[in-house]
């Protein structure tokens, strides 16, 4: 069912409260604005928490690695089509176990 509206709703633009209007093609549309779904520290989880403290323990040790140790990286990655940068996390992290058993430029524990 379609709703008909009067002439003086069809000119309202803009926002009001958490309602914005706007012209489309279609006629005029009112709808309901959303707001960005944000968590704060205090409402993670201890899980959540530890896990983004790994992350950025491993994104640290991935920026201070030298640009050879990178480029080796780099080259593992690229026979399973991911970036270094992409390998080195998901060995890190576990979900992968090195290539060819051990991995040439690192052990897969922030190396």
């Known amino acids: 069912m ?3 509206t009067s002439s003086i709703i069809s000119l309202i633009q ?3 409260g958490k309602l914005a209007g706007k012209r489309h093609k ?3 549309v009112i709808s309901r604005k959303s707001t960005p779904y944000e968590i704060s520290q205090a409402q993670r989880s201890t899980g959540q928490q530890a896990a983004q403290q790994k992350y950025a ?3 640290t040790t991935w920026q201070a690695l030298t640009q050879e140790k990178k480029d080796g ?5 690229a026979t399973l089509k991911i970036s270094g940068w992409n390998l080195y996390l998901k060995l890190n992290l576990g979900f ?3 290539i060819y058993g051990t991995a040439e430029y690192g052990t897969g524990k922030y190396s």
Do not use: D, P, R, V
């Open 2 to 4: 379609k709703a008909t």
């Open 14 to 16: 803009g926002k009001l």
């Open 26 to 28: 279609t006629g005029q």
């Open 57 to 59: 323990s491993i994104l």
């Open 73 to 77: 990286y780099n080259q593992q990655g």
């Open 96 to 98: 992968i176990e090195a």
